[in-house]
């Protein structure tokens, strides 16, 4: 309801305050939403902003609140013309206008927020990122209201957003996105308890919170996070870690991620099961999503006992056309991902990385590693690397008849997070 559809009660002083609220946001919004598009459609065209900001200033001050429109279009035009620095600033400056004329947790400055995300994660800027993405959730959650089942979505939102940055940041910043998405994902569960959504929905956010723990207990049990950082970011996330001595500090850590994130796994089995009758294939999947889990951490026995299973219930309910998607082809499972998720995410040209083609056996391990290209081109020593790294990666081998099976020429990347 608008403002002037209201305007008897609008005369009251409490709902003065809030319609003159609800306009303030609604014109922050075009603003934001305008500059946005203005620096897509003219990606070159800063001098006109910077003259445009210029006259704005000159006429209403440095906080006249038209700046955030064009300050918003100058630094989207300074991001798509790879300015990362000078966009940052830019859309840094428009948010602080922006929040002086509107408050700290204005909804409307979300898209500032999320540009700013974009071009720190352009940056590299780890310490940023991760400072937008908390900006994000609680500018989100203060505009909730009190209905807490609200939230499921922006902690799918958010929590993928963190999973995802993890998978291209440097090992501390890619373990403090894991931690602070497993502790969003702690947030979803309690709801997901009190009250139930929608199957889909709650399905996703289990997936993705089993994934972050598998994500967990991998880097935990690798050491490629160092045992400060690891600590450090547990116990900032209220993580407690009581053992000082660091071989206990991980083993612990490692069997409470495993743990959680085979509990989370089984939960998503518990409740695709019920309701198999009418939508047989999600718990097909959700059986072999633990399969996978299992055969990550070469629990080999009980990942074959979830696929029969999986397999079973394919059969059972006559959806025989689903085994050669679900079963057809090798994946890996030491990226472990969820139904529907895409395994291979876009890269930034600066990546480095190595192709090839491997056969993959019946226990699910590469053999006969064949480089077929290099990021940078030609070069040799990440060719070795990278061989020698995909030959430590773990399948699901293809199965054939219900047996697991050898594939041949199966692609494969590995991409290098080091310098």
């Given at each position: 309801m608008g403002c002037a559809a209201f305007s008897a009660a609008a005369n009251a002083p409490g709902n003065r305050s809030r319609c003159r609220r609800s306009l303030a946001l609604a014109r922050t919004a075009l603003l934001i939403l305008a500059g946005l598009a203005a620096g897509a459609a003219a990606a070159n065209d800063m001098p006109a902003f910077e003259t445009q900001i210029a006259q704005l200033e000159a006429s209403g001050g440095a906080y006249n609140p038209l700046l955030v429109e064009a300050l918003s279009g100058l630094g989207q035009a300074q991001r798509r013309s790879g300015l990362f620095k000078s966009a940052a600033a830019t859309l840094q400056r428009a948010l602080h206008i922006a929040r002086a004329n509107d408050g700290l947790h204005n909804p409307a400055h979300i898209p500032l927020l999320e540009s700013l995300l974009e071009v720190h994660e352009a940056l590299g800027d780890a310490e940023s990122v991760d400072r937008d993405y908390q900006q994000i959730y609680w500018v989100r959650r203060r505009n909730?209201?009190?209905?807490?089942?609200?939230?499921?979505?922006?902690?799918?939102?958010?929590?993928?957003?963190?999973?995802?940055?993890?998978?291209?940041?440097?090992?501390?910043?890619?373990?403090?996105?894991?931690?602070?998405?497993?502790?969003?994902?702690?947030?979803?569960?309690?709801?997901?308890?009190?009250?139930?959504?929608?199957?889909?929905?709650?399905?996703?956010?289990?997936?993705?919170?089993?994934?972050?723990?598998?994500?967990?207990?991998?880097?935990?049990?690798?050491?490629?996070?160092?045992?400060?950082?690891?600590?450090?970011?547990?116990?900032?996330?209220?993580?407690?870690v009581f053992e000082v001595n660091e071989q206990q500090a991980r083993a612990t850590l490692f069997q409470r991620s495993f743990l959680k994130?085979?509990?989370?796994?089984?939960?998503?089995?518990?409740?695709?099961?019920?309701?198999?009758?009418?939508?047989?294939l999600a718990h097909a999947e959700a059986l072999r999503f633990l399969g996978d889990y299992y055969l990550s951490f070469r629990r080999n026995m009980d990942a074959m006992q979830e696929y029969r299973r999986s397999q079973e219930v394919i059969r059972r309910h006559e959806i025989g056309s689903q085994m050669d998607r679900l079963f057809g082809e090798p994946a890996l499972v030491t990226a472990l991902t969820a139904p529907g998720d895409d395994a291979d995410l876009p890269l930034p040209a600066s990546s480095r990385f190595v192709e090839a083609l491997v056969d993959i056996d019946d226990s699910g391990w590469p053999r006969?590693?064949?480089?077929?290209?290099?990021?940078?081109?030609?070069?040799?020593?990440?060719?070795?690397?990278?061989?020698?790294?995909?030959?430590?990666?773990?399948?699901?081998?293809?199965?054939?008849?219900?047996?697991?099976?050898?594939?041949?020429?199966?692609p494969a990347r590995y991409v290098f997070l080091d310098p």
């Open positions: 909730i209201g009190r209905d807490r089942a609200l939230l499921l979505p922006v902690i799918a939102e958010i929590g993928l957003g963190r999973l995802r940055a993890y998978e291209t940041a440097p090992a501390a910043a890619g373990m403090n996105h894991l931690v602070k998405a497993d502790a969003l994902y702690d947030i979803a569960l309690r709801i997901l308890d009190e009250s139930p959504a929608a199957p889909a929905t709650g399905d996703a956010l289990l997936y993705h919170a089993a994934v972050v723990n598998h994500r967990l207990a991998l880097e935990i049990g690798r050491s490629r996070v160092g045992f400060h950082d690891l600590r450090a970011a547990m116990i900032e996330n209220g993580r407690e994130g085979e509990w989370i796994a089984k939960q998503i089995v518990a409740r695709t099961e019920a309701r198999a009758g009418t939508a047989p006969n590693v064949r480089v077929q290209r290099t990021q940078p081109a030609n070069d040799a020593e990440l060719a070795r690397r990278g061989e020698h790294a995909l030959h430590a990666l773990h399948y699901r081998p293809r199965f054939v008849n219900g047996r697991p099976a050898a594939a041949t020429d199966v």
